[in-house]
């Protein structure tokens, strides 16, 4: 004779079996995975360090301005820093926080992005544990560079896909959000545009089936579009915005087309959207908005990698039915005893997986000092801070960031990471010319840069330098080469990496 089952434990497995559902626990066990990943090896973000410099300048001077004081090379017309904003956010946190306060806000944006678009999945057809680690996931390749300006495009795209499915609920009020975060959004980062896109694209096909109830729609995103023209710079934004939107880069990997592993990861993900489409056909029809925001997100994506991000946050939402619908058919083949033991065990598994992951996390943070910051010429830049005379200062792009907020105002440079922004092509092109010894032109365009100083990666690097150049420093990273002529070596005391300069 069997033994009676204990009391309650019927609630248990009834409780166990919804929690993979419970859109609170998914978005703290989806959250965790990413921030253990992202933490494995924090890095600093090589436009982090213009960004911060930016928000320093706009503490000294007291505004926004249009005139580059960074560089001494030739520059645009204008310069429209389209992601001002940002950089005020990144340098406070900085200056308070340092490495650690950028971890944080860094791991907070990410939660908070993955906590919204959760949400909004519940809200849409129910959270899913195993579809939002299957899309969101992904992103924390995004979020690994500590920390982006496009983290506010990622969190802004998720607002505005909870904002969506809110309106098809009827709580149509959570659209008129967007105009506000539409002014935030547009002077953090251009990514914006990419929010306006997918709300005309959803405008669009919403139109196309039921107009009248598109009207909400269009009316929000004309308001959008009116305030992404509260900004320092008038109409000269836009016409930025414009050109940078159209700008080809293909020297740039995360601007190619998809990689043959990304393709297989939408070709994976978008299978099971169709198939769970296709099951559940005689009783759920696709939204039009879902079909628009599709659409255009894969079209996107067929465009430029970086661009796959917006496509996994709408399949992210858009497409939890379909996924429980193949899952749910998947188990009627298996069988229902098995059916109601894997649910039980996935809800074990959610229950079980957070803690685990927060003290993955802990670990991760705790054997790391900070920010790692190898690859870039940190103990290139000190010399030159303690010992340097100061003056014009030549190096990579990918380094000059970080250079010009170390050594600014005592250095000036011929080129960093906000090229698009600051520097005509020629000035891009004569700079990276300089730093080639063996190509033809090396020694013009030297000239007519005519730094100072040359930082550039390494030893033997620098040995291919001709003339009269001496290096005054190297290391295992890169090494300082200086013209004749200059003064008498300095000892400036040290500072900190997140202490201005200026």
């Avoid at 920390?147 to 969190?155: E, Q, Y």
């Avoid at 009827?170 to 545009?193: D, E, K, Q």
């Avoid at 497409?319 to 996935?346: D, H, K, P």
């Amino acid at each position: 004779m069997s033994n009676p089952p204990a009391p309650g434990s019927g609630k248990i497995k009834a409780w166990l079996t919804t929690l993979p559902s419970n859109w609170a626990l998914v978005s703290v066990c989806v959250a965790s995975v990413m921030a253990v990943l992202v933490t494995i090896r924090p890095g600093a973000d090589p436009d982090l360090f213009a960004r911060v410099a930016v928000g320093r300048l706009i503490e000294v001077t007291g505004g926004v301005t249009d005139r580059d004081p960074f560089p001494f090379t030739t520059l645009l017309d204008r310069w429209i820093d389209h992601e001002w904003l940002s950089g005020v956010v990144f340098y406070q946190v900085a200056r308070l926080g340092g490495d650690w306060g950028l971890v944080i806000v860094n791991l907070l944006l990410m939660s908070a992005m993955v906590v919204v678009v959760v949400r909004a999945q519940k809200e849409y057809a129910g959270a899913s544990l195993g579809w939002s680690l299957l899309t969101l996931v992904y992103l924390f390749g995004a979020w690994s560079s500590f920390v982006r300006s496009r983290a506010f495009t990622l969190l802004g795209v998720a607002i505005l896909l909870l904002a969506l499915v809110r309106w098809r609920n009827g709580r149509t009020r959570w659209i008129w959000l967007l105009p506000p975060i539409m002014v935030v959004w547009a002077n953090a980062h251009g990514g914006f545009v990419a929010g306006l896109g997918l709300l005309g694209a959803a405008a669009l096909a919403v139109t196309l089936r039921t107009p009248r109830k598109a009207l909400a729609l269009w009316a929000c995103l004309g308001c959008c579009v009116a305030a992404t023209f509260i900004n320092p710079y008038g109409l000269d934004y836009w016409g930025y915005i414009l050109s940078a939107t159209t700008r080809e880069r293909p020297v740039i990997l995360e601007w190619q087309t998809l990689q043959d592993w990304q393709v297989a990861t939408v070709l994976v993900l978008g299978a099971i959207y169709v198939l769970g489409a296709w099951v559940r056909r005689r009783d759920h029809s696709i939204l039009p908005e879902t079909l628009g925001l599709l659409l255009v997100s894969v079209w996107a994506t067929l465009d430029s990698q970086r661009l796959l991000n917006f496509l996994l946050l709408v399949l992210a939402v858009y497409g939890s039915g379909e996924y429980r619908s193949v899952v749910a058919g998947a188990s009627r083949w298996i069988g229902a005893g098995y059916r109601s033991a894997a649910r039980q065990a996935a809800g074990a598994a959610a229950l079980l997986l957070s803690p685990a992951m927060v003290i993955l996390l802990v670990l991760n943070l705790r054997a790391a000092p900070g920010l790692d910051y190898e690859g870039y010429p940190v103990g290139a830049v000190e010399w030159l801070h303690r010992h340097g005379d100061g003056g014009r200062l030549l190096t990579h792009f990918n380094h000059g960031s970080y250079a010009l907020w170390r050594l600014y105002p005592l250095y000036q440079v011929a080129i960093d990471g906000r090229y698009e922004e600051t520097y005509p092509e020629e000035t891009v092109e004569l700079a990276a010319l300089a730093l080639q010894p063996h190509a033809p032109g090396h020694a013009d365009a030297l000239q007519q840069i005519d730094p100072d100083y040359i930082v550039v990666p390494g030893r033997e690097w620098a040995a291919d330098f001709g003339g009269d150049w001496r290096m005054v420093y190297s290391d295992s990273t890169s090494a300082v080469l200086a013209r004749p002529g200059l003064g008498p070596e300095r000892d400036r005391p040290p500072r900190g990496v997140w202490v201005p300069g200026f």
